[in-house]
């Protein structure tokens, strides 16, 4: 794997070569504002980008966005925004303003929906002067698997095509990446190129439990696949001594640095 990439910051490419901890993005999965700040407190020396969900996001809103900003770190909002397009339009606008780092829509809502966000994000960010957030798909979750995939949701495609097939919509929608299972990192890796951020939830190390995840990898084997960013929640945040399985996934992925 190469050790930096380019994106785009307002349609600018720029290079960034990322270290481990810029890697890592801290899943914030609680309800309360005080116990996310005292987890943004106790991470902000290792970690650059906190996710905030729908949990937190659902209860506390966005002052927990502005405090994590005031730490000087970085908020992926989590809120894999999933209906018409105007409304995911201007729920992408309104993401911008509170100056998120990334957000997250779902593929499934279909490319009119990826593409009315993205130009919009484009036009906000020219005129308002604010700095365009990241925009990623969610393609399938990784809760989710090939015997669910089929029988609930009712998809004959395989997992990894139907993975390919989302990503590819994003990617013609000009979507800046996708969320995907570590396991699918290779495959979009290959079809749309080191430009195309791959966001991974559903990173497990050998040392810890798998949960409700089904498609886990390490974190050294996502990012071996492809991963740009490692969405870390439980692995972390569930251990007796929560820091120290953070640096001990640090450890576990210098290589990558
Ligand atoms: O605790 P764990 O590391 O499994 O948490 C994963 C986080 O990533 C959760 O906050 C979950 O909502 C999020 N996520 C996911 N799968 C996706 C997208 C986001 O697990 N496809």
Redesign the pocket.
């Known amino acids: 794997m190469t050790a930096s990439r380019y994106f785009k910051i307002n349609d600018n490419r720029i290079e960034l070569s990322m270290q481990p901890r810029e890697r890592i993005i801290l899943?914030l999965?609680v309800a309360e504002y005080g116990e996310a700040v005292r987890i943004v407190n106790k991470f902000k020396k290792h970690i650059d980008v906190f996710?905030v969900?729908?949990e937190l996001f659902t209860s506390v809103g966005p002052k927990l966005v502005e405090k994590i900003h005031s730490a000087g770190k970085k908020v992926f909002l989590?809120l894999?925004f999933h209906d018409i397009p105007n409304t995911v339009a201007k729920s992408a606008v309104a993401a911008a303003r509170l100056g998120v780092f990334m957000f997250?829509v779902h593929t499934l809502g279909g490319l009119e929906m990826m593409k009315q966000a993205a130009q919009a994000l484009r036009k906000v960010s020219l005129k308002e002067n604010v700095e365009r957030p990241r925009i990623i798909g969610?393609?399938?979750?990784?809760?989710i698997d090939q015997a669910a995939l089929r029988d609930e949701l009712g998809v004959s495609l395989r997992m990894s095509a139907q993975v390919k097939h989302l990503a590819g919509l994003a990617h013609n929608a000009g979507l800046d990446g996708v969320?995907?299972?570590p396991e699918d990192a290779e495959r979009i890796r290959s079809h749309y190129g080191k430009d195309f951020l791959i966001v991974a939830?559903?990173?497990?190390p050998s040392w810890a439990a798998a949960?409700?995840?089904k498609r886990t990898l390490t974190p050294k084997e996502a990012l071996r696949r492809g991963a740009d960013y490692l969405?870390?929640?439980?692995?972390v945040?569930?251990q007796p001594d929560p820091v120290k399985a953070l640096k001990r996934i640090e450890e576990e992925i210098e290589n990558f640095s």
């Open positions: 899943a999965d996710k969900g729908s989590d894999k997250n969610v393609t399938i979750l990784t809760s969320v995907a299972s939830p559903g990173i497990r949960d409700d995840q969405v870390i929640g439980r692995a945040l569930s």
